[in-house]
Every structure is written in C-alpha cells, then in structure tokens.
C-alpha cells in the first residue's frame, strides 16, 4: 500500500507542477496562450479553474504523503530498536599498530 501512495504523490506532483507554469503570473505566464479556452470559458472562469485545481492538487499531495508515513509504519513488533541492533551487528574495530621505527642509519667504519 505504501508504494501506491508514493507513486500517486508524485503523479500529483508532477500535475501540480505543470498547473503552477499554466498560472498567469505578473508577466502574463503560459495561461495567455490558452486563447482558445479564453475564449469559450472567459479569461475570470479559467484563472478560477486553473486556482481550484491547484489547490485541490496541493491538498491531495498532502494526504497522500501523509498516508503514505502512516502505511511505513513503525519498528515491528518484537524487534528492539534500530541503535541496539547496529551495536550488535557492528563489525569490532581494528586493533591499534604503531608504526615500526624508523631504522637508524648504520655508523661510520672507523678508520676511513
């Protein structure tokens, strides 16, 4: 069930984004284009539209994601916390070697 609800969230998100770039913003955005729809609905009656599609979009983002963190779900039960199982199963550390000295160099023969 979880992976219906997080491919429908990002089908939505995906829709809700396109929504958003047809929004007319300050410079006019892409829902000028749309003359045709303009034209048969009335510039008011598609910014409404295009308004309430997005905020319905926004809130079916919401549930979904929300739906989607409570069919996750919590630890199972029975099974002991996530930090006391990685204390067990983790691997012991390395035991601790000091470099060997460095050798000294071999003294002079004497007479030369």
């Given at each position: 069930?979880?992976?219906?609800?997080?491919?429908?969230?990002?089908?939505?998100?995906?829709?809700?984004?396109?929504?958003?770039?047809?929004q007319e913003?300050?410079?006019g955005g892409l829902a000028s284009d749309?003359?045709?729809?303009?034209?048969?609905?009335?510039?008011?009656?598609t910014t409404d539209v295009i308004e309430k599609t997005t905020?319905?979009?926004?809130?079916?983002?919401?549930i979904f994601s929300v739906a989607s963190a409570f069919c996750l779900g919590g630890p199972k039960?029975?099974?002991e916390s996530i930090v006391k199982d990685m204390k067990t199963t983790a691997p012991a550390p390395a035991a601790k070697t000091t470099p060997a000295a460095p050798a000294a160099p071999a003294p002079a023969a004497p007479g030369k």
């Open positions: 069930m979880y992976d219906v609800f997080v491919i429908l969230a990002v089908i939505t998100a995906v829709l809700l984004a396109c929504i958003v770039l047809i913003s300050k410079g749309f003359a045709s729809s303009n034209q048969i609905m009335g510039v008011r009656k905020w319905t979009l926004a809130a079916l983002l919401v039960q029975g099974s």
